[in-house]
């Protein structure tokens, strides 16, 4: 919770305000959901506090889910479900929906995004989508694989500058860590389906990057297309 937070023992007046600052920049939105923090060292200096207050601070923040954390990535901005249910007058029994409502909810919303992505995103953003792909390429187990996937698809949204979509995907990522999601993609993912993930998220990020919005369309809904079917599907031994 916030005044989990808030009220840390901490000792500098520096780390203190690290936490209330970062608390308010995420709640207000300036620091919006996906958006990569600066380092440790950069927060240490910035706020002339010790590293080790610094990853106080930041452990307190990913247990009340205001941000994520992956090693050799970094620090994201996050937001806990509850805060985003309460934005929207909605409880948490919405995170308890099946893995099939889940990607038909997917398959509506997420083929919206490359019209405002071609129109929005910066060079930054695709910086960050090829470096997400780069590392699912790279992942050397299948958690692995599906945490870089999931950093991918909030590149993605991230990249629309557009905070309705970043909500969402809030939501979904926290509809999929239900153990339900989790078992369905162990059991679904082969290395040859896999391999057809990793290209075709090439291939929406070269149209994304070619401003081709309805090319980026077309492949990412036959890429959740994709996975939709696989989940249900067994694989083949």
């Keep these: 919770m916030i005044s989990d937070v808030l009220q840390l023992d901490l000792r500098s007046e520096g780390a203190q305000e690290l936490a209330q600052y970062l608390l308010t920049e995420i709640r207000s939105g300036r620091l919006p959901v996906g958006a990569k923090l600066p380092g440790e060292r950069e927060l240490s200096r910035r706020f002339n506090t010790s590293r080790g207050s610094v990853r106080r601070v930041l452990s307190a923040l990913r247990e009340a889910e205001w941000i994520t954390q992956a090693v050799g990535s970094g620090t994201f901005a996050a937001r806990p479900a509850h805060e985003a249910l309460s934005d929207w007058g909605m409880d948490a029994s919405v995170l308890q929906t099946s893995p099939a409502e889940l990607m038909e909810a997917r398959l509506l919303i997420e083929p919206l995004m490359p019209s405002l992505i071609v129109r929005n995103a910066t060079r930054a953003d695709f910086e960050r989508m090829h470096e ?5 390429e790279q992942a050397a187990s299948t958690d692995e694989f599906q945490f870089r996937d999931g950093a991918l698809h909030q590149a993605l949204a991230q990249a629309t500058h557009n905070r309705f979509f970043l909500q969402v995907l809030a939501l979904t990522n926290r509809a999929r860590q239900q153990e339900d999601w989790g078992r369905l993609k162990r059991n679904s993912l082969t290395p040859q389906r896999r391999a057809e993930y990793e290209r075709q998220h090439r291939e929406i990020v070269a149209a994304l990057e070619d401003r081709d ?13 994709q ?11």
């Design 132 to 136: 997400c792909m780069v590392k699912g």
């Design 213 to 225: 919005a309805e090319r980026a369309r077309t492949a990412l809904l036959a890429h959740l297309t």
């Design 227 to 237: 996975i939709q079917r696989n989940l249900f599907e067994p694989a083949l031994a």
